[in-house]
């Protein structure tokens, strides 16, 4: 089954999910996830335009370096855990991120 890695995901409950994820679809992690039955709202369709697909990276898989648009958007979005964030539709399914570990995020609002 070369042609499908497994991804570990943690929900905001705690539970953890083992999904599976084709590599020869160019998906990447955010669709994975949603193709799996995972919660993850993707507001902007994998755009990186507004941070709910957040999520923190908690393995030591050496990911694709942050565009400046997913920095950017990191940084203006209410994020509780900053360390590891990443916004999962810029991380693309391939075997480089076999075994990967991962929480979904979640977004507050300062003014609660």
Known sequence: MDDFIT???TDLEG???EIQAP???GLNLMEAMKANGLPVKA????MAMCATCNVCVESDH???EMSESE???L???FVLDIDGSRLSCQIPVSQKIDGLEVKLGKLTDPTE
């Open 43 to 46: 507001t902007c369709g994998g």
């Open 62 to 64: 050496e990911l694709p």
């Open 7 to 9: 991804v570990f995901v």
């Open 75 to 77: 940084d203006e979005a």
């Open 15 to 17: 539970t953890r999910h």
């Open 23 to 25: 590599t020869d679809m």
């Open 71 to 73: 920095e950017d958007m």
